[in-house]
């Protein structure tokens, strides 16, 4: 594979960070890339965003490198706020973008990686979670030159990948830290819901099979209805939505959400998800694991039970679910460092190897 790899610095102001260093943006292409289908892309484009530099050791071995993944529909900014980032990449701080280097990249169908929208539209290969990583891994080792990682992690969709980096590439890895998933082949309500939110869009009329000309506003706000009920947090949606007029109010929120959607790209997005199923391979997880769920979470509901049960086949495995507070946001705890940064403290102290 041959690569085009374009570094851009980002200007001040177009991220606010008050208290980490300004990202650097970048793309890179695979040439010829082969998918789990069996289709195939003449040039797969991957974007990603990075702060701060590769260290390597005396071998040549990079040893503060990180990957954080996003979650479905997402993209790599979406990490860098001052929610997240500005708890985690600052002076001091756990991933200190001065001593690590932090790569936060779209994945395959996302943000401005290759994706339907850019003119193939259903004809774009049916990409899985499998591709997505293998995507992710070439970036790493061919565009950046990246031959191992102090800490994989992710949210949601990023979180499933990283069971996924830890079964496929055991050895590439100090750490393993998925936020808000479970380690279980995708079913229940939660393919369910997937499914439904597809549905919603390819049976509105303007769909026409992908060709559209505008985009099918029916389908793809009642898609929006579908991943905001289960993404919410009922507490503190009847905190801020104490009235039936307030309830309306906030409807006009979701129309305006549900523009920001291309409905091709959604539709590949939930569907990818479709072959996920990390639990046949857990005992292959070599790396210290630690895995992070809330209890509000509708997504992954704690009443599953699915990772405390599974969390006993990973070698240096461990689950942890943060009750319900004032504090967490249902499935978006995984985006609040503030909540669960000591555990990453402690999974970080716990992977730590001795200097060579």
């Known amino acids: 594979m041959k690569k085009l790899l374009l570094l851009l610095p980002v200007l001040p102001g177009i991220v606010a960070a008050a208290t980490y260093p300004s990202p650097t943006e970048g793309s890179y292409t695979i040439n010829n890339f082969k998918f789990v289908t069996g289709e195939s892309l003449p040039k797969l484009r991957l974007h990603y965003w990075t702060l701060g530099k590769p260290e390597r050791d005396a071998n040549g071995t990079v040893r503060n490198a990180v ?13 860098l706020n001052d929610t997240f980032a500005g708890h985690l990449f600052g002076p001091r701080q756990l991933l200190d973008a001065a001593t690590h280097f932090v790569i936060l990249p779209d994945a395959i169908g996302h943000g401005d990686s290759s994706k339907p929208s850019d003119g193939m539209r259903m004809h774009f290969p049916k990409y899985t ?6 995507a992710d891994y070439v970036l790493l080792t061919e565009g950046l030159r ?55 869009i390819e049976k509105d009329p303007e769909w026409k099979g992908g060709d559209y000309t505008a985009e099918p506003k029916y389908g793809l706000l009642c898609a929006t209805y579908f991943l905001s009920l289960m993404t919410s ?25 549900s523009s920001h959607y291309d409905a091709n790209d959604m539709i590949y997005a939930y569907e990818s998800s479709r072959f996920y199923n990390p639990e046949p391979k857990l005992e292959q997880i070599k790396a210290p694991l630690l895995a992070i769920n809330s209890a509000d979470d509708q997504v992954n509901p704690p009443e599953l039970g699915i990772s405390e049960r599974l969390i006993k086949r990973v070698k240096h495995g ?6 319900i507070s004032d504090e967490t946001r249902g499935h978006g705890t995984h985006s609040i460092p503030a909540i669960w940064g000591k555990y990453l403290q402690e999974l970080l102290a716990q992977s730590e190897k001795p200097a060579s």
Not at 129 to 134: A, H, P, R, T
Not at 318 to 323: A, C, E, H
């Open 67 to 79: 990957l954080i993944m996003h979650g479905t529909t997402g993209n790599g900014k979406s990490f």
């Open 129 to 134: 979670y499998d591709d997505m990583v293998k």
């Open 146 to 200: 990246v031959n191992h990682l102090r800490l994989v992690m992710g949210t949601s969709m990023g979180a499933m990948h990283t069971w996924i980096w830890g079964e496929t590439y055991p050895d590439f890895m100090d750490a393993l830290m998925p936020l808000a998933s479970n380690p279980v082949e995708i079913a229940g309500r939660n393919w369910l819901m997937r499914q439904m939110l597809i549905n919603a």
């Open 233 to 257: 947090d009922p507490l503190q949606m009847q905190k801020h939505m104490p009235t039936r007029e307030a309830v309306i109010a906030s409807m006009k929120s979701y129309e305006t959400r």
């Open 318 to 323: 461990r689950f942890v679910l943060i009750p």
